[in-house]
């Protein structure tokens, strides 16, 4: 059977998005395309780490835990073939899937609901990054076509991360949704567009939340908090 390097496996509840407060099983895959600058899971991104693990012990292992939502997150989880069979199995076990990705990689998943985080500007890493990952993230990061193809093949959600205090930010994520919506040819609903301070303190996050209100009350779109940092902080398994 297929196997998937793992970095984490646990039970908490959804911190973000439309499903905020459900709870959910998390299996974190291990490995990314991209190198966010403000990345919060260097260990499955900057620095993967993990064993290899079978499908089956993975679909196991969710059903121990005995939540129907599972979170398949990273890492980016659409960069391995075998995360097809892990949707699979998972569906057969009557999970529901929530798939978190960059965006940057098609797979059609009939079923599954996808929670497309596009990453701006701001998440490059400096240019001196080793490996020529600048370059690499840049090249990238933004895949309004792939985007546009997820969101015709399956429920979503747009979910992107802002610095609000940060001038051309609002315009920065308008001018993407923009491009996504050209590739697509009709206008996104604002309600499945999200907006998430950046951040990994809950200080930070919630003064970032205060000035996204106004925003989101001027364009529809939803505030995101990420209700994990405020309750346990920036740890791991949460």
């Given at each position: 059977?297929?196997?998937?390097?793992?970095?984490?496996i646990?039970?908490?509840?959804q911190g973000e998005?439309?499903?905020?407060g459900?709870?959910?099983?998390?299996?974190?895959?291990?490995?990314?395309?991209?190198?966010?600058?403000w990345?919060?899971t260097p260990?499955?991104?900057?620095n993967?780490e993990g064993p290899?693990?079978?499908?089956?012990?993975?679909?196991?292992?969710?059903r121990?835990?005995?939540?129907?939502?599972?979170?398949?997150?990273?890492?980016?989880?659409?960069?391995?073939?075998?995360i097809e069979?892990?949707?699979?199995?998972?569906?057969a076990?009557?999970?529901?899937?929530?798939m978190e990705?960059a965006?940057t990689i098609?797979?059609?998943?009939p079923?599954?609901f996808?929670s497309?985080?596009?990453?701006?500007?701001?998440s490059?890493?400096?240019?001196?990054?080793?490996s020529?990952?600048?370059?690499?993230?840049?090249?990238?990061?933004f895949?309004?076509?792939?985007i546009?193809k997820?969101?015709t093949?399956?429920?979503?959600?747009?979910?992107?991360v802002?610095?609000?205090?940060?001038?051309?930010?609002?315009?920065?994520?308008?001018?993407?949704?923009?491009?996504?919506e050209?590739a697509?040819k009709?206008?996104?609903?604002?309600?499945n567009?999200?907006?998430?301070?950046?951040?990994?303190?809950a200080?930070?996050?919630?003064?970032r939340?205060?000035?996204?209100?106004?925003?989101c009350?001027?364009?529809?779109?939803?505030?995101?908090?990420?209700?994990?940092?405020?309750?346990?902080?920036?740890?791991?398994?949460t």
């Open positions: 059977m297929s196997q998937l390097r793992i970095s984490e646990f039970s908490s509840v998005g439309g499903y905020l459900v709870p959910s099983t998390f299996i974190r895959t291990s490995g990314c395309n991209l190198r966010c600058v990345c919060d260990y499955a991104s900057w993967p290899m693990m079978a499908i089956k012990t993975l679909v196991d292992q969710a121990e835990l005995g939540n129907n939502h599972v979170v398949l997150t990273g890492g980016e989880p659409m960069l391995f073939d075998p069979e892990l949707v699979t199995q998972l569906q076990n009557n999970h529901t899937i929530t990705t965006g098609h797979r059609n998943l079923g599954t996808m497309i985080s596009p990453k701006p500007g701001h490059a890493p400096p240019e001196s990054t080793a020529g990952w600048h370059e690499r993230h840049e090249r990238t990061r895949q309004p076509e792939v546009a997820l969101i093949d399956h429920a979503y959600q747009l979910k992107f802002v610095k609000p205090e940060e001038s051309n930010a609002i315009e920065e994520v308008k001018a993407m949704i923009a491009d996504i050209l697509l009709y206008t996104i609903e604002p309600t567009i999200f907006l998430m301070p950046e951040g990994r303190d200080e930070t996050l919630n003064q939340l205060r000035l996204l209100v106004s925003v009350e001027n364009t529809g779109y939803r505030l995101a908090p990420r209700l994990q940092i405020n309750l346990f902080g920036d740890t791991r398994g």
